[in-house]
């Protein structure tokens, strides 16, 4: 039973309208899959949670059906090489995800025999799983009463109590109007169906109001201002970092690469040879901070934009008859690039230095 207070208009009809309008999504059991007997699994739910997180339902897509033909059990994903993980991983950025992604599969795997907890503390308690990865699971895979808020849900909850707190501040708020809101019965399909209204229909500019199934109740279309909220504050003004990347290319074809440090900025991910840039400092911009003596030739640029900072690396290339000795980096055949643990902004760094890299017949 859904139940209304003065504070909480009733979840009915929004779990009304999610019966008819849902969206079909390739780890969402949906109320008719429900009403057939299909249960949700929580690896299923936990490794497109994770996914998702800064990441739209579209991106993830094709990386879910990847993990998911590569590894469809948690003990598959913890037993798979780490390098394996983090290639299958390059492309979907916030590379940090993917180091827990697997360090909690380990955990589950080891200490849990390969089932997930079912309760928000218990999954709390696993490498990488926080307050929203914890609510998000044990509502949709344990149908727990657990309060889940992602971006979606922020616009709706702000919206329908016109709460004028700005975020991030406003968070604490809204998620004890969220856990005032979500009913015992069907919690997981409550969350679902409040972040498909906020991708759809309470969307972050000309919301449909006139579809929405709380338009009876919600505060900020009273107040016929609707794109007023969440209210945010003002955002501070994103540094620029500056570096320089290195495309050092043999003539049977071999890239040097190398791998970057496990912790940190797109830890353990591969590169091409870069300067010391930071988030918070800059890197040498000129051929003389090369890995090795050659003719480097300055090829252009690339521009790439992290969550706090953003990055531009002076992009320098040579051709060398054979491949040389370093240290701590490899010789990969071009060809064999897109198997390689590259983040987006290497990607660009290659495709600068040579614009066929990643469309060249595999070997």
């Given at each position: 039973?859904t139940s209304?207070?003065?504070d909480?208009?009733s979840a009915t009809p929004?779990?009304?309208?999610y019966?008819r ?9 949906s109320p008719p899959m429900?009403?057939r007997g299909?249960?949700?699994?929580p690896?299923?739910?936990?490794l ?16 879910f ?11 598959d994903?913890?037993?798979a ?5 983090m ?6 950025g916030?590379?940090a995800?993917?180091?827990n ?11 849990h ?8 503390d ?8 926080g307050?929203y ?10 149908n ?5 808020m ?9 919206r329908?109590?016109a709460?004028?707190?700005p975020l991030?501040?406003g968070?604490l708020?809204m ?7 979500t009913?015992a019965d069907?919690?997981?399909d409550?969350?679902q169906a409040?972040?498909d209204l906020?991708a759809?229909?309470?969307t ?7 579809l ?9 279309l009273?107040?016929?201002?609707p794109?007023?909220?969440?209210v945010k504050?003002a955002?501070?003004e994103r540094?620029v970092?500056?570096?320089?990347a290195f495309?050092?290319?043999t003539a049977?074809?071999e890239?040097l690469l190398?791998r970057r440090?496990?912790?940190?900025l ?7 040879p ?11 911009t000129?051929?003389?901070a090369a890995?090795?003596p050659a ?10 934009v992290?969550t706090h900072?953003?990055l531009r690396?002076s992009?320098?290339?040579t051709a060398?008859p ?6 701590d980096k ?10 390689q ?5 290497m990607?660009?760094a ?8 990643f469309?060249?017949?595999?070997g």
């Open positions: 039973m209304t207070t003065p909480a208009p929004l779990l009304d309208w019966d309008h849902h969206r079909d999504l390739p780890w969402r059991v429900a009403a299909v249960r949700a699994d690896y299923r739910v936990w497109s949670e994770v996914m998702l997180q800064q990441t739209t339902v579209q991106a993830v897509k094709p990386y059906a990847n993990f998911l033909a590569r590894w469809p059990t948690v003990r994903l913890a037993e090489p780490n390098d394996d993980v290639a299958a991983w390059a492309g979907l916030y590379y995800r993917a180091r992604l697997k360090k909690c599969a380990e955990a589950v795997a080891t200490q025999d390969g089932v997930f907890p079912d309760t928000e218990s999954l709390k308690s696993l490498p990488g799983i307050d990865t914890a609510a998000a699971v044990a509502a949709i895979a344990f727990r009463q657990a309060a889940v992602d971006g979606n849900v922020e616009r709706v909850i702000s329908l109590y709460i004028a707190t991030p501040a968070k708020l998620k004890q109007k969220v856990a005032l809101l009913p069907r919690p997981g409550f969350a409040m972040m906020g759809t229909i309470c972050p500019k000309r919301p449909a109001c006139s929405c199934p709380f338009r009876g109740s919600c505060e900020a009273r107040l016929h201002d794109e007023q909220f969440p504050a955002k501070k540094p970092r500056r570096g320089a495309v050092a290319v049977d074809g890239i190398q440090i496990a912790s940190g797109l830890g353990g991910m591969t590169e091409v870069t300067t010391a840039w930071t988030s918070r400092a800059d890197g040498e000129s051929a003389d890995p090795f003719q480097w030739e300055p090829c252009g640029s690339v521009i790439h992290f900072f953003e690396l992009i320098y290339r060398i054979s491949r040389i000795q370093t240290d490899w010789w990969e055949p071009v060809t064999n690039l897109e198997a643990a590259l983040p987006t902004i990607k660009k290659i495709a600068t230095a040579i614009p066929l890299a469309a060249m017949p595999k």
